[in-house]
């Protein structure tokens, strides 16, 4: 029994002697029950685990990107060449920009070049007789000349000429010496007979026959004979001289001509790509084409003759073969050190509520090893079972579908969290 006495609680005797001395069961059994309690709590912080998450924005697209098309220049757009929404080839042209070339003409010089040999046909320079090809005209018209070159060589063939001259007059050098070898053979012999009647006459002279008048007479015949033949002999040597130097003539023309021939040809070769060059210089300055097959989707309503800004984006290429979806992730430089390739990723994309369709879930494939210029980490996560969320929900697929990921970096037990907060305390 208790009573009230002046605002204070007595107890009976009875009652004072079990608050005094409490049963030893009692502190026996409740330490053990607390021992038990802190056991339980230690068994489930090990079981128990809490995923760490890095969040960050993510993109999914396909793997083949669209392509965008930017404006390569601020100016003002002459002309588009597909429609909205129409299908595209490689390399299709889609807009040309205002520039001082009929884009008509380029497109036909193009084609012409892109399907002619060269080396075998003839440049239809015709085709192209009124044609405005602005920045492209210089390079036109430098081939256009190096083709004529080549043609008026061909045709006019000035070493050909040339070496057909020399071969004549060394034809006519031969059949000259050819009468000169045979007059020399007439020489020798009058040269011999001058040579047997001087003889006779001195032998005659000594037995008093001839006078010396005759004599000498005879001797000046001899000397006559023998001066016309080494005048022969003379002019002979001198044909053979001009026929030598004649044939190194012709061997040297021969030379120049196939070099010439050859540098005509290099020259014209050469035009002719620079001038495949030009165009292609001029395409990727004011032409935009695609890089890729697949549907154009025009950014907004464009029309001739109106301005746009350089780095503008103008137009996107949705690829026909998308080849499957893969997401585009930047994730902070911060805590960026526990992100790792085959690590889990949640996607919760921003115009499909999280709780009426679900998540997507991915797997991280690559990581770049330097952040970008924005300082953020790059990220390749697969998508394994594409677009169909935690609900078993197709989500319909849209380029370039933004949304937030969590990326699952480890699952840490709770235990282990609450020893990193002693471990950096105790450790330094």
Same mark, same amino acid.
């Given at each position: 029994?208790?009573?009230? /006495?002046?605002?204070? &609680?007595?107890?009976?005797?009875?009652?004072? !002697?079990?608050?005094?001395?409490?049963?030893?069961?009692?502190?026996?059994?409740?330490?053990?029950?607390?021992?038990?309690?802190?056991?339980?709590?230690?068994?489930?912080?090990?079981?128990?685990?809490?995923?760490?998450?890095?969040?960050?924005?993510? #993109?999914?697209?396909?793997?083949?990107?669209?392509?965008?098309?930017?404006?390569?220049?601020?100016? /003002?757009?002459?002309?588009?060449?597909? &429609?909205?929404?129409?299908?595209?080839?490689?390399?299709?042209?889609?807009?040309?920009?205002?520039?001082? $070339?009929?884009?008509?003409?380029?497109?036909?010089?193009?084609?012409?070049?892109?399907?002619?040999?060269?080396?075998?046909?003839?440049?239809?320079?015709?085709?192209?007789? *009124?044609?405005?090809?602005?920045?492209?005209?210089?390079?036109?018209?430098?081939?256009?000349?190096?083709?004529?070159?080549?043609?008026?060589? +061909?045709?006019?063939?000035?070493?050909?000429?040339?070496?057909?001259?020399?071969?004549?007059?060394?034809?006519?050098?031969?059949?000259?010496?050819?009468?000169?070898?045979?007059?020399?053979?007439?020489?020798?012999?009058?040269?011999? =007979?001058? +040579?047997?009647?001087?003889?006779?006459?001195?032998?005659?002279?000594?037995?008093?026959?001839?006078?010396?008048?005759?004599?000498?007479?005879?001797?000046?015949?001899?000397?006559?004979?023998?001066?016309?033949?080494?005048?022969?002999?003379?002019?002979?040597?001198?044909?053979?001289?001009?026929?030598?130097?004649?044939?190194?003539?012709?061997?040297?023309?021969?030379?120049?001509?196939?070099?010439?021939?050859?540098?005509?040809?290099?020259?014209? @070769?050469?035009?002719?790509?620079?001038?495949?060059? $030009?165009?292609?210089?001029?395409?990727? /300055? *004011?032409?935009?084409?695609?890089? +890729?097959?697949? @549907?154009?989707?025009?950014?907004?309503?464009?029309?001739?003759?109106?301005?746009?800004? $350089?780095?503008?984006?103008?137009?996107?290429?949705?690829?026909? !073969?998308?080849?499957?979806?893969?997401?585009?992730?930047?994730?902070?430089?911060?805590?960026?050190?526990?992100?790792?390739?085959?690590?889990?990723?949640?996607?919760?994309?921003?115009?499909?509520?999280?709780?009426?369709?679900?998540?997507?879930?991915? =797997?991280? =494939?690559?990581?770049?090893?330097?952040?970008?210029?924005?300082?953020?980490?790059?990220?390749?996560?697969?998508?394994?079972?594409?677009?169909?969320?935690?609900?078993? /929900?197709?989500?319909?697929?849209?380029?370039?579908?933004?949304?937030?990921?969590?990326?699952?970096?480890?699952?840490?037990?709770? #235990?282990?969290?609450?020893?990193?907060?002693?471990?950096?305390?105790?450790?330094?």
């Amino acid at each position: 029994m208790e009573e009230i /006495k002046d605002g204070l &609680k007595i107890y009976s005797e009875e009652v004072h !002697d079990i608050l005094s001395d409490p049963p030893k069961s009692i502190q026996k059994w409740g330490n053990s029950i607390l021992f038990i309690f802190i056991i339980i709590l230690l068994l489930i912080s090990w079981f128990i685990k809490y995923p760490d998450i890095i969040t960050s924005q993510i #993109i999914i697209t396909t793997n083949i990107p669209p392509q965008k098309i930017q404006a390569k220049l601020s100016g /003002k757009i002459e002309a588009i060449l597909v &429609k909205d929404r129409s299908e595209v080839k490689l390399n299709t042209p889609i807009a040309v920009f205002e520039n001082s $070339a009929n884009y008509k003409d380029v497109f036909a010089l193009k084609n012409i070049l892109n399907t002619i040999n060269i080396k075998k046909t003839e440049f239809p320079f015709e085709k192209l007789k *009124y044609s405005q090809l602005g920045d492209i005209e210089s390079a036109f018209t430098n081939f256009q000349k190096e083709n004529t070159a080549d043609q008026l060589n +061909t045709e006019l063939r000035p070493y050909k000429v040339e070496g057909d001259a020399q071969n004549y007059e060394s034809i006519q050098l031969k059949e000259r010496l050819h009468l000169l070898e045979s007059q020399k053979e007439i020489n020798e012999s009058e040269l011999t =007979i001058q +040579t047997n009647d001087l003889n006779r006459y001195e032998l005659l002279f000594k037995k008093g026959i001839y006078s010396t008048q005759e004599v000498e007479k005879q001797r000046l015949l001899y000397l006559q004979a023998q001066k016309g033949y080494k005048t022969l002999l003379s002019t002979i040597s001198q044909l053979k001289s001009s026929l030598n130097e004649l044939n190194k003539n012709n061997k040297t023309t021969q030379i120049n001509e196939r070099k010439e021939d050859s540098n005509v040809n290099r020259n014209k @070769i050469q035009a002719f790509y620079q001038l495949k060059n $030009a165009v292609k210089e001029w395409e990727l /300055k *004011y032409l935009l084409s695609s890089a +890729t097959n697949g @549907i154009i989707n025009f950014l907004q309503l464009w029309s001739r003759n109106q301005p746009v800004e $350089a780095g503008q984006i103008l137009f996107s290429i949705i690829p026909k !073969d998308q080849n499957g979806y893969i997401g585009k992730l930047k994730a902070p430089v911060l805590n960026s050190g526990k992100i790792k390739p085959g690590q889990k990723v949640n996607i919760k994309l921003l115009n499909y509520p999280q709780k009426e369709f679900g998540i997507i879930k991915g =797997i991280i =494939i690559k990581k770049s090893l330097t952040p970008d210029k924005e300082g953020n980490i790059l990220i390749d996560v697969n998508l394994p079972r594409g677009l169909e969320t935690s609900y078993k /929900k197709n989500i319909p697929f849209q380029q370039e579908m933004q949304g937030t990921a969590d990326i699952i970096t480890e699952d840490l037990r709770l #235990i282990e969290r609450l020893l990193y907060q002693f471990k950096s305390v105790f450790v330094k």
